[in-house]
């Protein structure tokens, strides 16, 4: 069983041939992405039949069993995709030595996952087969750097450290957006020479950001980030319903997390909440740097904004709170 990042696997696969592959993480552009350069490999080998199946209440090991004893003359070699839905990870990885038996050399098995934990890991490991595990999380601090650095090398630019720190700090946890802007400034590239100026514009005119990312940088203190970000979730119209909500959120398990504190690790881990493992470390990060009567204010201010949405639906008016709101934690 061999392990590999999202972004380190590319060298690897074409030299030590394996035919099954665990796609796993919170990542779906990179899971997507790490799809895309499998199935090249597969069809450089012939494995040009494809099915995707999806692992649902509709699920049976028939549907596999049936397309792998398809009979084509020209066609042995298949490639199966394996869509595991959140609710039903349990029940194809307790059932993984059945799907096991119903492989052969001509089967290529991609199994695509939003997580893979330790119970997951001995299940396989049991079965003896030979796979590989592609990590897909999110990529973040030093690993969301060198994944800059890797892809950076993908588009053959020359950019220094300071540009990629710059593009660390606006687009950590959106990876899609940050392929997006890469290739953007690869195309002007080729017309303009680039530096720190220059590449600071692009970034400002191109961002595509998350109301989770305003909320955080609201918390973190972070006034510039987040009155930026709230210029462009405005330019992109967002409802300010959708914005007060996040932050709304973020503060009810900020206020979870300060009352049972010998249990944040599992509050953490409780699905209830869609709290993935680049929101964890934010978590971690700003528990104790919030006291409950900053949270008190933000959330007063909150119910005032909520309240003006709905009796004024002065749309100005709004916006201008969100951006006052967006300064209350400035450090």
Same mark, same amino acid.
């Given at each position: ?9 590319? +060298? ?15 990542? =779906?552009? /990179?899971?997507?992405?790490?799809? %895309? ?60 030595? +059945?799907?096991?038996?119903? /492989? ?6 991609? &199994?695509?996952?939003?997580?893979? @934990?330790? !119970? @997951?890991?001995?299940?396989? *490991?049991?079965?003896?087969?030979? =796979? ?13 750097? +060198? ?17 990629? +720190? ?38 400002? @005119? ?22 930026? =970000? ?6 992109? !119209? ?16 900020? &206020? ?18 869609? =709290? ?9 990060? &700003? ?6 009567? !900053? ?7 909150? %119910? ?6 709905? *009796?004024?639906?002065?749309?100005? %008016?709004?916006?201008?709170?969100? *951006? ?8």
């Amino acid at each position: 069983m061999n392990f590999f990042y999202s972004d380190k696997y590319k +060298k690897y696969i074409p030299n030590k041939f394996c035919n099954n592959y665990i796609i796993y993480g919170n990542d =779906i552009f /990179l899971k997507e992405d790490s799809i %895309i350069n499998i199935l090249k490999l597969a069809n450089k080998l012939n494995f040009n039949n494809t099915i995707r199946i999806m692992v649902d209440n509709n699920f049976t090991f028939e549907i596999i069993s049936n397309f792998i004893k398809e009979n084509d003359l020209f066609i042995k070699k298949k490639t199966i995709i394996l869509t595991v839905i959140k609710q039903y990870h349990k029940i194809l990885f307790k059932n993984i030595s +059945k799907l096991i038996t119903l /492989l052969n050399k001509n089967i290529f098995l991609i &199994i695509k996952s939003d997580k893979f @934990d330790k !119970k @997951d890991f001995f299940l396989i *490991k049991k079965t003896k087969i030979q =796979i590989n595990l592609i990590n897909c999380n999110t990529p973040t601090g030093i690993q969301l750097y +060198k994944w800059i650095e890797k892809k950076i090398e993908e588009f053959k630019l020359n950019l220094n450290c300071k540009i990629i +720190k710059l593009l660390c700090y606006y687009y950590e946890g959106n990876v899609l957006a940050l392929n997006q802007i890469l290739k953007i400034i690869s195309i002007i590239s080729l017309t303009k020479s680039l530096n720190l100026s220059n590449i600071k514009k692009i970034i400002f @005119d191109q961002a595509i950001f998350h109301p989770s990312q305003w909320s955080e940088s609201i918390l973190y203190g972070n006034c510039t980030r987040s009155i930026h =970000i709230l210029k462009q979730l405005f330019k992109n !119209k967002y409802n300010p319903i959708t914005l007060i909500r996040f932050l709304q959120n973020d503060l009810l398990i900020l &206020i979870i997390i300060k009352r049972y504190k010998q249990n944040i690790k599992k509050i953490l881990s409780i699905n209830s909440y869609y =709290i993935y493992n680049i929101r964890k470390l934010f978590f971690n990060k &700003i528990k104790n740097s919030l006291d409950n009567k !900053k949270i008190y204010l933000i959330l007063k201010f909150l %119910i005032k904004i909520e309240l003006m949405i709905h *009796k004024e639906n002065n749309e100005k %008016i709004i916006w201008l709170h969100l *951006k006052i709101l967006s300064t209350f934690l400035n450090k």
